[in-house]
């Protein structure tokens, strides 16, 4: 099994940059964007973009600059977090949720005191859009067509942002307090997955994966196996990789390492199935999914002991997988993050947080399996 060739991409520095939480995603141009999330200086979250061909880094603002532009920054606030993906639908502009952490309590009982934005960035000429303020701690995304979604902390709140109107509606989903699902999925429809999640006597989570129409329409659910096998509700980290697939079906894995295939269908709810470990291994945390062709392999990163990561790939048809051990210093204590991103070129990506000689920082990895 060929190991891709892994290369560092230098990030622009600023006061407090931390980490980028799975904030990356690709765009129509070929270019990468990710949010760097902040832990000190202004405390402001800021949104970059990569050329891959020229590998140049550029800065796109900051939070709290944009909010103080357009007026509406009290004083003190902060939002040291971009934590979503940055969504490209059917208009062509970018969409991402912006969030605070000052006063979020772990184990559920308040949410951030300054609640979350959704945001939209213009492709014809990189104007900051503020479109909602919410109080909830918005930190997972997605979208397609005319809907964008959003899932706030705590209790899985999901919002639904209609783009031509603008209007807004919101709905409880569930779950216990101090957990909270890294992602939600959106498919070709605009149909929203989200998992609904329930925590027994013993502390046990288990979860149903809801299917959302665009009317907020509960069409299906369906229990994600091995959502969180000897997980705690706050170690719990619910839906962490997903990648999408050439015929509008999405793979996704859970927190523990567990595969599940969604097959949306034209004349009635998506179809989701279980398909197994996605490391040979078993239980891993694989919060990295790729796929090269979109049709049978899916492939992507796996941890398996602390900092040391596997690059997995995976055969849809047979459920099967292999796994090998990638060369990522694990002295750097790397925790990475990342799907479905990659360049024109054929190239993955992924991010996360490392140790640098400083204390804690960013970190962009691109990954290059070759033709």
């Given at each position: 099994?060929?190991?891709?060739?892994?290369?560092?991409?230098?990030?622009?520095?600023?006061?407090?940059?931390?980490?980028?939480?799975?904030?990356?995603?690709?765009?129509?141009?070929?270019?990468?964007?990710?949010?760097?999330?902040?832990?000190?200086?202004?405390?402001?979250?800021?949104?970059?973009?990569?050329?891959?061909?020229?590998?140049?880094?550029?800065?796109?603002?900051?939070?709290?600059?944009?909010?103080?532009?357009?007026?509406?920054?009290?004083?003190?606030?902060?939002?040291?977090?971009?934590?979503?993906k940055i969504i490209q639908p059917g208009d062509g502009h970018?969409?991402?949720?912006?969030?605070?952490?000052?006063?979020e309590a772990e184990d559920g009982s308040a949410p951030p005191?300054?609640?979350?934005?959704?945001?939209?960035?213009?492709?014809?000429?990189g104007a900051w859009e503020h479109l909602l303020a919410v109080?909830?701690?918005?930190?997972?995304?997605?979208?397609?067509?005319?809907?964008?979604?959003?899932?706030?902390?705590?209790?899985?709140?999901?919002?639904?942002?209609?783009?031509?109107?603008?209007?807004?509606?919101?709905?409880?989903?569930?779950?216990?307090?101090?957990?909270?699902?890294?992602?939600?999925?959106?498919?070709?429809?605009?149909?929203?997955?989200?998992?609904?999640?329930?925590?027994?006597?013993?502390?046990?989570?288990?979860?149903?994966?809801?299917?959302?129409?665009?009317?907020?329409?509960?069409?299906?659910?369906?229990?994600?196996?091995?959502?969180?096998?000897?997980?705690?509700?706050?170690?719990?980290?619910?839906?962490?990789?997903?990648?999408?697939?050439?015929?509008?079906?999405?793979?996704?894995?859970?927190?523990?390492?567990?595969?599940?295939?969604?097959?949306?269908?034209?004349?009635?709810?998506?179809?989701?199935?279980?398909?197994?470990?996605?490391?040979?291994?078993?239980?891993?945390?694989?919060?990295?999914?790729?796929?090269?062709?979109?049709?049978?392999?899916?492939?992507?990163?796996?941890?398996?002991?602390?900092?040391?990561?596997?690059?997995?790939?995976?055969?849809?048809?047979?459920?099967?997988?292999?796994?090998?051990?990638?060369?990522?210093?694990?002295?750097?204590?790397?925790?990475?993050?990342?799907?479905?991103?990659?360049?024109?070129?054929?190239?993955?990506?992924?991010?996360?947080?490392?140790?640098?000689?400083?204390?804690?920082?960013?970190?962009?990895?691109?990954?290059?399996?070759?033709?």
């Open positions: 099994m060929r190991l891709p060739v892994v290369r560092q991409i230098p990030l622009p520095a600023f006061p407090g940059a931390h980490a980028i939480w799975g904030a990356i995603a690709p765009d129509n141009a070929g270019g990468i964007w990710a949010g760097i999330s902040a832990d000190g200086g202004a405390k402001s979250a800021h949104l970059v973009r990569l050329d891959p061909v020229s590998g140049v880094v550029a800065n796109h603002g900051d939070v709290l600059g944009q909010l103080a532009r357009l007026g509406g920054r009290p004083p003190g606030e902060s939002q040291v977090k971009i934590h979503s970018f969409y991402f949720t912006s969030t605070d952490e000052d006063g005191r300054w609640g979350s934005h959704l945001w939209r960035l213009r492709a014809d000429g109080p909830e701690g918005l930190t997972c995304a997605a979208g397609a067509g005319r809907t964008i979604w959003a899932l706030g902390l705590w209790d899985h709140v999901l919002y639904r942002y209609d783009i031509p109107s603008g209007a807004v509606r919101r709905v409880v989903v569930a779950a216990p307090g101090g957990h909270m699902s890294r992602n939600i999925v959106a498919d070709v429809r605009g149909h929203a997955y989200v998992p609904r999640v329930r925590q027994a006597a013993d502390g046990s989570i288990t979860a149903d994966l809801l299917e959302f129409a665009p009317d907020m329409t509960v069409l299906a659910e369906t229990p994600l196996l091995n959502y969180a096998i000897g997980q705690t509700a706050s170690t719990a980290h619910g839906i962490i990789g997903l990648v999408n697939l050439a015929d509008g079906g999405i793979a996704i894995t859970t927190g523990a390492g567990a595969v599940h295939h969604i097959a949306p269908r034209a004349d009635g709810p998506a179809v989701v199935t279980a398909l197994g470990w996605f490391h040979p291994a078993g239980r891993a945390y694989a919060p990295c999914l790729f796929t090269w062709d979109g049709v049978r392999t899916l492939a992507g990163l796996a941890q398996v002991r602390d900092w040391e990561w596997d690059w997995v790939v995976f055969d849809l048809a047979s459920r099967t997988s292999r796994a090998a051990r990638l060369g990522i210093p694990p002295e750097s204590r790397p925790l990475l993050y990342g799907s479905d991103t990659r360049d024109a070129a054929g190239r993955f990506y992924v991010a996360g947080r490392h140790a640098t000689p400083e204390g804690r920082g960013p970190i962009l990895l691109q990954l290059d399996t070759g033709p």
